[in-house]
């Protein structure tokens, strides 16, 4: 029992203590630094995030009496979207979302991506484009499971199966086409499949058809006037 008391033992305690202190104050160091550089590279990275989309539509009218914007991130009133003669899409203010169509106020000049919850809103993005059969957007830069597409500006979109492939370079499938052209390429979303239908490398000329496309890639590369209509390919299934 004295043996407990003595003073070598207590000197023992103390250090061991001090050891476990100095440990965790250590690991705590190391955990913060981990933080930092992760956060860092996730603000440093060009590439935008992942984002589902569920619907993409163009907007008939859009009703906001008050006026609204967005502000840091985050509409600032309440916005009403009418899609069609039978569905209002409503989205609360508060809802992270982008607006960049600058005609709102008049009939027919936006189209509208939204990420949904049943009949609620989550995210938003309001983009320039009147009534059309389909919508040119930026390249698809990932291939994903579930005939599920990521494009350049990180939307997630559902494709067909089978996606037309126009270009003057032969592909084998659109993984192959995405490899070869990514971001350079531009993708045809249909507003009636609510899918991606087609996609485009940079070397191939706009040809006319008899649908209305909209172009919302204009951060793409376009091709030269003088370069030949390309030609266009299937992928199969898979």
Do not use: Y
């Not at 005609?103 to 993005?125: I, K, N, Y």
């Not at 005939?147 to 997630?156: F, H, I, R, S």
């Amino acid at each position: 029992m004295r043996q407990f008391f003595t003073l070598r033992f207590w000197m023992s305690l103390v250090a061991l203590v001090a050891l476990v202190v100095a440990v965790g104050w250590l690991t705590a160091g190391s955990d913060d630094g981990a933080e930092v550089a992760v956060s860092d590279s996730i603000l440093s990275s060009a590439s935008p995030a992942p984002r589902r989309v569920d619907l993409v539509h163009w907007v008939t009218t859009v009703q906001a009496p008050g006026g609204v914007g967005v502000t840091e991130g985050l509409l600032d009133a309440d916005l009403a979207l009418l899609l069609d003669p039978t569905r209002t899409m409503v989205i609360k203010a508060g809802t992270p979302g982008e607006m960049s169509c600058p005609l709102w106020e008049q009939p027919g000049q936006c189209t509208v991506a939204a990420r949904l919850l049943g009949d609620a809103v989550l995210w938003f993005a309001l983009v320039p484009g009147p009534t059309a059969t389909a919508i040119k957007l930026p390249g698809v830069v990932q291939v994903l499971d579930d005939n599920v597409v990521q494009l350049a500006n990180g939307w997630l979109l559902r494709r067909v199966s089978v996606v037309e492939r126009s270009c003057d370079d032969d592909t084998t499938s659109l993984r192959n086409f995405v490899d070869m052209f990514g971001d350079t390429a531009t993708a045809t979303f249909s507003f009636e499949q609510q899918k991606v239908v087609k996609v485009t490398c940079p070397r191939v000329r706009a040809t006319t058809t008899t649908s209305t496309v909209l172009d919302l890639s204009s951060t793409i590369p376009t091709a030269p006037e003088s370069l030949p209509e390309g030609t266009t390919t299937t992928e199969e299934p898979g």
